[in-house]
């Protein structure tokens, strides 16, 4: 079968099978929910990739992002938008408000980020965290500390896989388009790619926006999935989990986010019967993965599928080995 | 690669198979989910919590079970961690319904239990907290209860002993902005107190985790006020009233019910002497069927009960109760039950339940902490 | 008021120095951002509260012995889940650094138990009333103490031999080996220091904030990471500045501010201090070959 028709084939199967699980209630709701988690994992890990893997930053701020989308999604959906058995109709609207809402944010941490690099880049969007947070315990309408509640469950399996689709497929086509290229030279040079007339700060807000977008309305999905979001869900831990899963796949790869995400959740899931000591097997398993295979599973390749046709530049982590 | 990642693949799919088996459920006893926070930051209420549990549980069990209409079944107790964290509280939630339990009993802390009340609200599972307090809980919801008083009625309680027992007119407040039941609480007693004609000299707040509230002390100290509210859990509590004392602060100091565990007196030690809480029992002024649950505690686990256990086993009193008052194991006819269930005699005294409201009316008491030890002081009724 | 704020400020920026300065001594010897510090700094606290209360170690003892523990804890999480890493992308050391925290604190968890402990109070505290302000040995002993020790580690940076050591180190890790030096052994002397500051930090933790619990480093671990990185991560002296600026504005701004934004104010102010100085106060100018 010709190459170009996998995709589609694929994403078709896909949506056929979420949409018998949603409204045939094929599936246990305890699975179906762990799957949504896995599914919004993946779009916050892919999204940060972008920034973090593809241009090389270290942004530990994904949490914020998330908090904004998902604060500003259930404020449409709860305040803004007309109740009755028909609103979930207006829930792909939400999500795209959640989104637009998270990218402003993205790009106002942009600009700081021309100048900073690294660990400043890390400073600046800590700051955001507890910036967001603390901006979020103290506005009115969305709750405060108490959080926002009554927010309907809209999120179902089918939706959790539109986006996460969408949100590899567009980071993917980004990355292998002449932004895509753009992005890498920064994360190699970025004086080198000044030089060669890559508009670096045009590159850095476009990582910034796309990235942030995506991490909103993976924001939105998780809210309407809990029902209950409050500021404290979104703290630094949250930031450290999207982390680990990222570098657990493997930065800088199209499947390392889904292949980390997916093995970290179900991971955390099956050893529930460990109690506290998940979190002491889970942590030393990672570490072991890291002094092994430190560029995480994929190990800097990307599969053969996700490539595109002209064969495409370095695997990451290269630059860094160069660089003193 | 293709094939380590069609392994990886096949593998996930696999698991997630053997994850989808491992929630079928098999046998035929009534099983009662357990949502409890064991670890977070107040795992003493999550452990209090299990033990109550566990022991009124074993009780009926060892009695043969829950007498139904056709026969006599065995009660299964499923103990999950919330981890002390709203999203995880809700996820326990959505397992327990999926794993078909009767009734969930927890979580604890307010900030838990409202997330999981909503999940167990759209999804018909009946839920019992015994120790969340907050209003929102119970507020336009038809499957969920809770064995306390609410904040509503603790805030004006506290505001009214400041005002008439202690005879104190300025009133300042220290809690914690991030967490719903401190805030809750916070707001009430401050608005109760203005009414009541006091005035609130100062009404500070920090975060979840903050260590240092000198800031806030001095300014409280500065204010002139003569009485020191802190609605704060049982784990900050001590070192806000060091740091109180250390500003030179010596008028009375009063809370609510998170400073109830006995982990207050551990980490406060002389601090806490001579200081008052509001809260939902007192072990020293017990009924009689109170002494006993006292009594067979402390045989089996070794330490006191404290609130949380004494709600938790009331909890499970108040479902067991139901259950055989309709002799069914229908949720609808056991939650039409409880909600209009009179006159129960709790080990934390005697609860009513009206149609319409999941918090049931209830009297609180006063405890005074002296020699290191919480003694009754005084009982307040609803009116 | 004011002379009283200024001294908590001095007090909470001496632990965050502490502290600072161990993510200081480790980025510039190994450009590794040692997210687990926050999460030694807690170990060091509970292994101070097992020599008071099972051992009845006085405090004298304690300082040492804890210092040398916890030293070598440093130097055993460095050989064991950095020093494999050495060659391999930063991001790499960074993640483990963030999974050996998180085991650290699980595994305090598992052993200690959740429920937060007291520290016992080692020293009797006697209260001085000037006035205005009141202050307490403790508070002056954290500050003297910790002001020693900042100036001995400086003068053991610049002074001996190994210091001089770990300075060449942080300006050129390819040639510095060829002048003779073990970057093996200044590796781990640094990370021993950095550790053994940190495990005092939570010493004078315990005694000021009597309630310890596994999870307290984190956030003091973050903070003190700021403080290094707004005085300029490499720099000692810039460690300092920065842990007690970060103490001033933390204690100012809830003095003086509604509390409930204290959060907001304090990243917020610290993001300014960042757009105009973004190499921080004391940050060595980094020089990228094109």
């Known amino acids: 079968m010709d190459r170009k028709y996998i995709g589609p084939l694929l994403f078709a199967a896909g949506m056929a099978s979420t949409l018998c699980c949603d409204f045939l209630h094929a599936l246990d709701p305890y699975v179906a929910q762990i799957i949504m988690y896995i599914g919004i994992n993946i779009i916050m890990t ?14 530990v701020g994904h949490a914020a992002f998330m908090a904004v989308g998902a604060y500003v999604a259930s404020f449409f959906s709860v305040s803004i938008l007309p109740h009755g058995p028909w609103s979930a109709v207006f829930f792909p609207l939400c999500l795209l408000a959640g989104g637009a809402a998270a990218a402003l944010v993205g790009f106002l941490i942009a600009v700081p980020a021309f100048k900073a690099r690294d660990d400043y880049l890390a400073i600046i969007t800590l700051a955001l965290i507890m910036i967001t947070k603390s901006v979020f315990e103290n506005l009115p309408w969305f709750g405060g500390p108490q959080g926002y509640s009554g927010i309907q469950k809209y999120t179902n399996l089918s939706w959790v896989f539109v986006c996460a689709t969408a949100t590899v497929v567009v980071v993917r086509n980004l990355v292998n388009s002449n932004f895509g290229r753009g992005i890498i030279a920064v994360r190699d040079d970025e004086v080198a790619a000044n030089l060669v007339s890559v508009n670096t700060k045009y590159v850095k807000v476009l990582a910034f926006v796309v990235s942030a977008f995506f991490a909103g309305v993976g924001g939105g999905l998780f809210a309407h999935l809990i029902q209950f979001i409050n500021p404290r869900t979104f703290s630094i831990i949250k930031s450290t989990d999207f982390l680990l899963m990222l570098y657990l796949g493997g930065s800088g790869t199209l499947a390392g986010p889904i292949l980390g995400a997916a093995i970290w959740t179900i991971l955390l899931e099956l050893l529930r019967f460990l109690g506290i000591w998940r979190f002491v097997v889970a942590p030393v398993a990672l570490i072991i993965l890291m002094i092994y295979r430190p560029l995480g599973i994929m190990g800097g390749k990307e599969i053969k599928w996700f490539r595109p046709h002209p064969p495409f530049p370095s695997p990451p982590g290269e630059g860094e080995r160069i660089k003193q | 690669m293709k094939r380590n990642f069609l392994f990886a693949i096949s593998s996930l799919l696999a698991i997630a198979n053997i994850v989808f088996l491992f929630s079928c459920d098999k046998s035929d006893s009534i099983k009662i989910g357990l949502n409890a926070e064991l670890t977070g930051s107040v795992p003493v209420v999550g452990k209090s919590c299990v033990n109550a549990a566990t022991m009124a549980v074993a009780e009926i069990n060892a009695h043969g079970g829950i007498a139904l209409a056709d026969k006599t079944v065995q009660v299964k107790l499923l103990v999950e961690d919330n981890e002390d964290k709203a999203e995880s509280a809700a996820a326990v939630s959505q397992k327990f319904v999926s794993g078909g339990v009767l009734a969930m009993i927890g979580p604890n802390a307010s900030r838990n239990a409202v997330p999981a009340a909503v999940v167990a609200e759209s999804n ?36 009214a002993f400041v005002y008439k027992k202690l005879g104190l007119r300025r009133a300042a407040v220290l809690f914690d902005v991030a967490s719903e039941y401190n805030k809750g609480i916070a707001m009430v007693f401050k608005n109760s107190f203005v009414k009541a004609g006091g005035a609130i000299a100062a009404f500070e707040s920090y975060s979840t985790g903050d260590k240092d509230f000198t800031a806030q002390l001095s300014k409280i100290k500065a204010s002139g006020a003569d009485a020191l509210f802190l609605p704060n859990y049982y784990n900050e509590v001590p070192l806000q009233i060091q740091q109180a004392r250390r500003t030179g602060f010596t008028g009375p100091i009063v809370g609510s019910d998170s400073w109830g565990s006995e982990e207050i007196l551990k980490l406060g030690k002389d601090l806490m002497d001579g200081l008052y809480f509001t809260t939902h029992y007192a072990a020293d002024m017990a009924t009689a069927g109170a002494k006993k649950f006292i009594a067979d505690y402390q045989a089996r686990y070794g330490s006191k009960p404290d609130d949380v256990a004494a709600l938790t086993y009331d909890s499970f009193g108040l479902l067991f109760e139901s259950i055989q008052k309709t002799q069914s194991r229908d949720p609808e006819k056991v939650r039409a039950q409880l909600s209009s269930l009179s006159k129960f005699p709790g080990v934390t005294g005697t609860m009513e339940f009206t149609p319409g409201s999941g918090s049931p009316i209830k009297s609180a008491v006063v405890i005074r902490i002296k020699n290191n030890a919480f003694t009754y002081f005084d009982s307040i009724n609803p009116l | 008021m004011f002379i009283q704020q200024a001294l908590n400020s001095l007090q909470l920026g001496s632990i965050y120095a502490l502290i600072a300065l161990g993510y200081t001594m480790v980025y510039g010897v190994l450009r590794l951002i040692n997210f687990a510090h926050g999460d030694v700094f807690m170990v060091g606290s509970y292994a101070a509260l097992f020599l008071a209360v099972s051992l009845h170690c006085p405090l004298l003892i304690i300082l040492p012995l804890t210092f040398i523990a916890i030293g070598a804890l440093g130097v055993v999480i460095e050989r064991l889940a950095y020093r494999p890493l050495r060659n391999a992308p930063r ?47 403790l508070q002056i002993m954290i500050i003297t103490v910790s002001i020693v020790l900042m100036m001995a580690v400086d003068l053991f940076v610049a002074k001996t031999r190994t210091g001089m050591a770990m300075r060449a180190l942080s300006w050129d890790k390819t040639y510095a080996p060829l002048l003779g030096i073990n970057v ?11 550790a053994g500051l940190a495990s005092i930090a939570g010493i004078f933790v315990g005694l000021a904030y009597p309630v310890i619990d596994p999870y307290m480093g984190i956030m003091v671990g973050w903070k003190a990471f700021v403080s290094a990185v707004i005085g300029g991560i490499g720099s000692i002296k810039g460690a300092v500045i920065g842990g007690f600026l970060l103490g001033a504005v933390e204690i100012l701004s809830a003095a003086f501010l509604p509390s409930t934004f204290k959060d907001m104010i304090v990243f917020g102010l610290l993001l300014i201090i960042l757009l ?7 940050g060595l100018p980094v020089q990228k070959k094109v």
């Not at chain 1, 972008?50 to 090389?56: D, F, P, R, T």
């Not at chain 2, 599972?125 to 015994?130: A, D, E, G, W």
């Not at chain 3, 093996?184 to 950095?194: K, Y």
């Open chain 1, 46 to 59: 892919a999204s940060l990739n972008l920034v973090n893997g593809y241009m090389g930053e270290f942004s």
């Open chain 2, 124 to 159: 018909r599972l009946l839920m019992i907290s015994p120790w969340a307090t907050n209003p929102k809980l119970t507020e336009n919801k038809k499957y969920i209860f809770r064995a306390c008083f609410t904040d509503d009625f603790q805030g004006n309680v506290v505001a």
């Open chain 3, 91 to 137: 991001v790499s050391a960074v993640i483990t650094a963030l999974a050996v925290g998180l085991f650290l604190e699980t595994i305090m968890l598992a052993t200690v138990g959740p429920e937060p402990k007291k520290f016992p109070a080692l020293i009797i505290t006697t209260v001085y009333s000037f006035g205005s302000f009141t202050t307490t040995n």
């Open chain 3, 184 to 194: 093996d052994r200044i590796v781990s002397v640094t990370f021993a220091l950095g």
């Open chain 3, 276 to 282: 105009f100085k973004p190499q921080g106060f004391f």
